[in-house]
């Protein structure tokens, strides 16, 4: 979002003082056209509408315009090129005035800073004016929509501060970084990524990173939400809150499966055993004190749920970050599922490339946030046609943009899925592969866990092994 002139100039009347610095406005100026050298600290940075005034822009955009036509500029050539377009009056007069606002080179870096500062600000004010008018011409169709578009508007106002030089970064920086993770690794004070706690997975991965896009795909009835659940809830165990966006179950489905996913733990106890049949139903008093004690340990951790149907990218973006600047620490978030995601309404896109900008924007939004994202995909029924049906990543609905912009891709294959009773005379009832199709940073390969469906409960199996 840039702040235009026209903008600014409509809104002058509506407010007591716009943010802006003509002194320091000028002094960039003066400075880049007396000693061109300095020219690529001001390009790194500043665009033309950092610039308030008019005239400013103008030159400032003359400026541009030669250094990136000739790769050099000189006061003779921004005064010719502004004379033959003959946009200024008394141009003579208005360059040596520039030429002769500062007093040293070295005011350019500090004049630059000046110029960020009050162009945030200019913007900052500009969204505030556009949600005003937004709510009084009432543009969105729900509350919902207003604050999504009243978040977008902020946080990207709230960000105009970056500048291209920001992306720059040097490799004794970039290293200096990676070698104090190293330490800290070999310590044992931190691990690579995310630990899901599920040793095999854990190892296969070295953890969850940061910024990444984690698709778990299957069939349904396969397990994908449980074992996404499952990761939330061992997550939420070390105090690290995690965020789950479920358009398909509500809250309280959500709940009662992480109930019994926790009841496992007395699996085989005797009188304190709880199946999902006795949850369902009258328990005896052992058991209903055992599922009490379940529930105290669920109550502490920090797990929000959102259950709204229907939700678009911009609503869970918008919800998201809330949830970010509320808890600065959230570790993890999961979207479950792909499919249910609301498109645009406005859209004329078709599905696959529908499905590629959700995919793209989720995969940004973990970026923004710097944290792993999950989303849930269900797979097409192409897998049911082929002798062997694990899944492949051709399965995946839509299948191009999520393998180009996915970091991870994990698929769930249950041989009791699609032949009960072959696995149950092999003892395979429940045994799961989780296939690691892809993943940027690590090898591909599977690991095998245990499905436990009456507890929706994935426990660990067998080491891993390569494909």
């Known amino acids: 979002m840039s702040i235009t002139a026209n903008q600014?100039?409509?809104r002058e009347g509506?407010?007591?003082?716009i943010p802006m610095d003509l002194g320091a406005e000028r002094r960039v100026l003066g400075i880049l056209i007396k000693y061109p050298d300095k020219i690529d600290l001001a390009v790194d940075k500043l665009q033309v509408t950092h610039f308030y005034d008019r005239i400013h822009r103008m030159i400032y955009q003359v400026i541009l315009d030669l250094y990136h036509a000739k790769g050099r500029i000189s006061y003779t050539q921004v005064y010719a090129k502004l004379r033959k377009e003959q946009r200024i009056e008394t141009l003579e007069e208005v360059l040596v005035a520039i030429t002769e606002s500062f007093a040293s080179q070295a005011e350019l870096e500090p004049s630059i800073e000046v110029l960020l500062e009050k162009n945030v600000k200019r913007q900052i004010l500009l969204a505030a004016q556009q949600i005003e008018q937004m709510v009084l011409l009432e543009t969105e169709d729900s509350v919902e929509g207003y604050q999504a578009k009243a978040q977008e508007l902020i946080f990207a106002a709230t960000n105009a501060v970056s500048s291209p030089e920001d992306d720059t970064k040097d490799l004794l920086e970039i290293l200096n970084k990676c070698y104090v993770n190293l330490l800290q690794r070999r310590e044992g004070k931190a691990t690579y990524g995310l630990s899901v706690r599920y040793p095999s997975i854990d190892a296969f991965t070295t953890g969850f990173k940061n910024k990444d896009l984690i698709i778990l795909a299957a069939r349904p009835s396969m397990g994908k939400t449980s074992l996404a659940l499952n990761f939330a809830v061992n997550v939420a165990k070390r105090d690290i809150p995690v965020l789950i966006f479920s358009l398909e179950m509500d809250d309280e489905q959500i709940g009662d499966r992480l109930v019994l996913s926790e009841l496992f733990r007395y699996k085989g106890q005797g009188p304190k055993e709880v199946t999902a049949f006795d949850y369902s139903t009258k328990m005896t008093d052992t058991q209903f004190a055992t599922t009490q004690s379940v529930f105290n340990d669920l109550y502490k951790l920090p797990i929000q749920v959102v259950d709204k149907r229907g939700l678009t990218v911009a609503e869970i973006r918008a919800k998201a970050r809330k949830a970010k600047a509320e808890r600065p620490d959230l570790g993890l978030i999961i979207v479950d599922y792909l499919q249910l995601i609301k498109p645009p309404a406005d859209t004329r896109k078709n599905w696959a490339l529908v499905v590629g900008d959700i995919v793209r924007e989720l995969r940004d939004l973990a970026g923004e946030l710097d944290l792993p994202l999950m989303l849930l995909s269900?797979?097409?029924?192409?897998?049911?046609?082929?002798?062997?049906?694990?899944?492949?990543?051709?399965?995946?609905?839509?299948?191009?943009?999520?393998?180009?912009?996915?970091d991870v891709i994990m698929f769930l294959y249950r041989e009791d899925y699609y032949y009960p009773e072959q696995a149950a005379e092999k003892g395979m009832t429940g045994e799961t592969e989780v296939i690691f199709a892809k993943q940027r940073k690590g090898p591909t390969g599977k690991v095998r866990l245990k499905y436990l469906k009456e507890y929706t409960r994935f426990v660990e199996e067998s080491p891993r092994e390569g494909m």
């Open 8 to 10: 600014l100039e409509v």
């Open 14 to 17: 509506k407010v007591p003082f």
């Open 378 to 406: 269900q797979l097409n029924r192409g897998v049911e046609s082929r002798d062997d049906k694990r899944p492949l990543m051709s399965d995946l609905r839509d299948s191009g943009n999520i393998e180009e912009f996915a």
